[in-house]
């Protein structure tokens, strides 16, 4: 059993994220999902049909790291997105990784629909790079993957797991015509992490259409 006191605050901060992030319009509605770790075996992740307005310890529900919901009162009747997989994977995959947001936002759809085929957005020579963890120079490629989407999470769930264990230090990942997952080593940095790849990706479409005018 978790203290009240913790799913309560944790609830209050990821709850400010989300304010922050539908106010920039990167969280459309409220099928975007939001999680983090409790301990090493536990984490609180937002239940389907969770209102945007105001989080409180009722819009999450607790899981083990195995996805199982935790026999726990303010958990009972709770659902929460099938989206919950790739969010486990991820935390059991990194020890490091303390939360995990997802959002459905207009450039991420429509950049993970242009760049599909090639699997992959490169981002390269900027400046706001340096925001990663990891990062200290403009000068590096820094490669998300686009996954193709499918509402078989398992088979996302096999995809995502292989390349992650390849490539444990990307920050997040694309599905295409659907969404952003981006996580961090506390809600601090998942919010920055995300807030950065936002960025990038309005920058990349502004070039692309200046390019093609
Ligand atoms: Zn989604």
Request: net charge neutral; with cysteine; aromatic share 10%.
């Given at each position: 059993?978790?203290?009240?006191?913790?799913?309560?605050?944790?609830?209050?901060?990821?709850?400010?994220?989300?304010?922050?992030?539908?106010?920039?319009?990167?969280?459309?509605?409220?099928?975007?999902?939001?999680?983090?770790?409790?301990?090493?075996?536990?984490?609180?992740?937002?239940?389907?049909?969770?209102?945007?307005?105001?989080?409180?310890?009722?819009?999450?529900?607790?899981?083990?790291?195995?996805?199982?919901?935790?026999?726990?009162?303010?958990?009972?009747?709770?659902?929460?997105?099938?989206?919950?997989?790739?969010?486990?994977?991820?935390?059991?995959?990194?020890?490091?990784?303390?939360?995990?947001?997802?959002?459905?936002?207009?450039?991420?759809?429509?950049?993970?629909?242009?760049?599909?085929?090639?699997?992959?957005?490169?981002?390269?020579?900027?400046?706001?790079?340096?925001?990663?963890?990891?990062?200290?120079?403009?000068?590096?490629?820094?490669?998300?993957?686009?996954?193709?989407?499918?509402?078989?999470?398992?088979?996302?769930?096999?995809?995502?797991?292989?390349?992650?264990?390849?490539?444990?230090?990307?920050?997040?990942?694309?599905?295409?015509?659907?969404?952003?997952?981006?996580?961090?080593?506390?809600?601090?940095?998942?919010?920055?992490?995300?807030?950065a790849f936002e960025f990038l990706f309005e920058c990349e479409l502004l070039t692309l259409r200046l390019r093609n005018q």
């Open positions: 059993m978790f203290e009240q006191q913790i799913l309560i605050e944790k609830a209050r901060e990821i709850g400010d994220v989300v304010k922050f992030l539908y106010q920039r319009g990167w969280a459309p509605t409220s099928n975007s999902n939001y999680s983090c770790r409790l301990d090493a075996e536990h984490i609180m992740i937002t239940v389907s049909h969770w209102s945007k307005e105001h989080l409180t310890k009722e819009s999450f529900m607790v899981l083990n790291i195995m996805g199982k919901p935790l026999n726990q009162a303010s958990n009972s009747a709770k659902i929460t997105s099938a989206e919950f997989q790739l969010h486990t994977m991820l935390y059991k995959e990194n020890k490091e990784t303390k939360a995990i947001f997802h959002t459905h936002s207009v450039n991420s759809t429509v950049l993970s629909k242009l760049y599909e085929s090639q699997d992959e957005i490169v981002l390269e020579n900027y400046q706001m790079l340096k925001v990663f963890s990891g990062i200290d120079s403009h000068d590096v490629k820094k490669i998300v993957p686009i996954f193709p989407n499918t509402q078989d999470i398992t088979v996302l769930v096999k995809q995502i797991k292989q390349y992650v264990t390849e490539y444990p230090d990307i920050h997040g990942f694309l599905i295409a015509g659907h969404g952003l997952y981006a996580w961090g080593k506390n809600i601090s940095e998942a919010k920055r992490h995300l807030e």
